[in-house]
């Protein structure tokens, strides 16, 4: 029997037979801290002419973040960056809907910067990642700067007579909870928030998360230019120039300190994220995402994989061991890319950044079509596929077995439903057992599947295989 060896994201295999490349929720031993810096609203290239926003590469107001893409920078030792990282899907705006598709890998149709309010429909009881850390014990924090002139986690708070602001030396203040991703699920609203100088001192005291999420102001987070300007490396800039030279202060700033701490030298993980595409959301816009790390490919090492917000919260949950979210995405917000969506099961990880054996290794499990068996007299086909993990480490069960591009007049006698999240959509699919007593396909075991088909034909059944391991109708 014939064997083609894929991956398992890509879709494509020949008929009925396939060897499908497969995440597995073993942990990685390599990363330690994790520490996302939220940044916003400027595209990393953008077609010519678009003036408003500028763009961030080769931008002269920020100076520290390109050098950090450049090879041979002192700064770009320990960095990689994603030269294809795209919006998270079509029409994913403004901010708010971007920072809870970081947390859920989707935003759930809302398209609002509202405060999360049940009124507007931008409250949810959905998994999500901090929600999964809780249930696995792994310690998170979430640092908001200026949270602590709200009223609460789930208000937002501006104005002019704040605490003098280290980092631009004025008394503005904005706190937007619509970058504070936690705050429109219920059960972290107001969990585990800080103030940003919480994180100094946690840095000091040794006491940040595994996972740590840091959104700075709506001014060090390059959204809004300060009243006045901003006068960075003896260049006064105004509008939305200032705007990106506070961004790049910040980071020029915050990044060094956290890499002279104990948790960034011990394999920790710096990651620089933007929010979202400005002006379109085609491949013509690129956002930008860097990593710095000892972890990292490093000298400014250029990735050009195809990646999104869902691919941030996949390697997470491969980092540390957890199962994929799959909620369902809107159907009008497939990717920027092509046809499909980025589901976190299906998209690339950010493992192209990181050196290799960083992000958990791949196994690969073999699909394995027997001959078809007709019966001409009840018009039933039956087929027995065997299912073997042909790679050296477990397989957490359950996963599904998916039927693509089944011949016409036929169906599958017994499916458990059809497609629904997981383009292409409205094939059939069936859960491949619970892989014995313990729920994990070991490496080397075979799972045996027998598939009755109904078909108004005598001639063969043709099919694409896929193995999935989230349930492809949430």
Known sequence: MKKLKIDWS????????????????????????????AMENHNLTQPVPT???????????????????????????QTAWAMRYFNAGI????????????EAGTDFGIHTDAEPRGTNHNVFTAPHLVAQFNAAGISWKNYQENVELSVSPTNNASG???????????????????????????????????????????????????YNWITPNQFNDAHSALKGGFTYRGITYTGDQAAIAQGDNFLSQIVPQIMATPEYRD????????????????????????VISPLAKGNAYASSVEMNHSSDIKTMEEIFGLPFLNNPIPAAETKASGTGYNNVATVNDLGDLFKDGVIPAVPVVAVDAGPQIHKPHTQEVSQVMRIKNEGTTDIPGPLYLVLDNLSPGVSVDGAD????????????????GDAGDDNVIHPHQTIVVKLNFLSTSSGPIDYTTRVLPVTPTP
Request: glycine share 8%; hydrophobic share 40%.
């Open 417 to 432: 439903g059809t497609t629904s999240v997981l383009a292409p959509l409205g094939s059939p699919y069936l859960q491949i």
């Open 91 to 102: 029409g994913v705006h403004p901010s708010e809907p971007n920072y809870v598709w970081a």
């Open 51 to 77: 003036n408003s926003p500028q763009q961030i590469l080769g931008n002269p107001a920020a100076p520290y973040i390109n050098s950090l893409m450049t090879p041979g920078d002192p700064n770009a030792i």
């Open 267 to 290: 394999n920790g993980v710096i990651i620089i994220w933007w929010d979202e595409s400005e002006k379109g959301d085609s491949t013509n816009f690129t956002i930008p995402e860097i």
């Open 10 to 37: 890509k879709n494509t295999a020949m008929a009925g037979v396939a060897a499908v490349s497969l995440f597995t929720a073993a942990q990685s031993a390599h990363a330690g801290s994790i520490f996302v810096i």
């Open 160 to 210: 002019t007579n704040g605490p003098l602001n280290l980092y631009y030396g004025t008394q503005q203040y904005d706190y937007a909870v619509k970058h504070n991703p936690m705050a429109f699920f219920t059960d972290t609203a107001t969990q585990n928030v800080f103030p940003l100088s919480q994180l100094s001192l946690d840095l000091v005291t040794h006491t940040v998360g595994k």
